[in-house]
T-cell receptor, first 114, second 113 residues
């Protein structure tokens, strides 16, 4: 258990509405990530953070924004949800272990945009 | 930059048979390689990882993988499949000093009784 909590775990929302997903970690790990999972694509990085107020884009960042005002929380916002953003969203953290870091994942947030 | 190719989106084996899931990677820097498993409606669980040192890596649940630099491969194997191994498996790569994982598309393993 890497101490990652995602909320909400399931959400149905309407096209055009804003949605915020929250990721909370119980320890002060520096790196946090948001990935989305879609069939045939594996997991793709949306945004990541390397510290409070330090964030950067991943490969599929269009339509998403993030914020990290506290070390333990990393928020993902869909400003105006679209059906193409229906997906499973995973938060992850990077933990230093022996030689190199290992990335651990939360349980996922299932988002349906109708 | 890194990329991962998993050969075969679906693999089916009989219970007790060898499991072989293929992963080839591309990396411009020394790679760190990972296998994750995902059971239905759950998050990803780390199976094993290669960073440096021994190229044959043992993981949980009897799985192992071998890093072959000359073949740019990191195939996952298990000598004898169990029904509980049915899941989706993801291979992933990151650079030695990087902090971002790049994933393959995943392989769904089906185990037949």
């Amino acid at each position: 258990d890497a101490g990652i909590t995602q909320s909400p775990r399931h959400k149905v929302t309407e096209t055009g509405t804003p949605v915020t997903l929250r990721c909370h970690q119980t320890e002060n790990h520096r790196y946090m990530y948001w990935y989305r999972q879609d069939p045939g694509h594996g997991l793709r990085l949306i945004h990541y953070s390397y510290g409070v107020k330090d964030t950067d884009k991943g490969e599929v960042s269009d339509g998403y924004s993030v914020s990290r005002s506290k070390t333990e929380d990393f928020l993902l916002t869909l400003e105006s949800a679209t059906s193409s953003q229906t997906s499973v969203y995973f938060c992850a953290i990077s933990i230093a272990q022996g030689s190199g870091n290992t990335i651990y994942f939360g349980e996922g947030s299932w988002l349906t945009v109708v | 930059a890194q990329s991962v190719t998993q050969l075969g989106s679906h693999v089916s084996v009989s219970e007790g048979a060898l499991v072989l899931l293929r992963c080839n990677y591309s990396s411009s820097v020394p790679p760190y390689l990972f296998w994750y498993v995902q059971y239905p409606n759950q998050g990803l669980q780390l199976l094993l990882k290669y960073t440096t040192g021994a190229t044959l890596v043992k993981g949980i649940n009897g799985f192992e993988a071998e890093f072959k630099k000359s073949e740019t491969s990191f195939h996952l194997t298990k000598p004898s499949a169990h029904m509980s191994d049915a899941a989706e498996y993801f291979c992933a790569v990151k650079g030695e000093y990087g902090n971002k994982l790049v994933f393959g598309a995943g392989t769904i393993l089906r185990v037949k009784s």
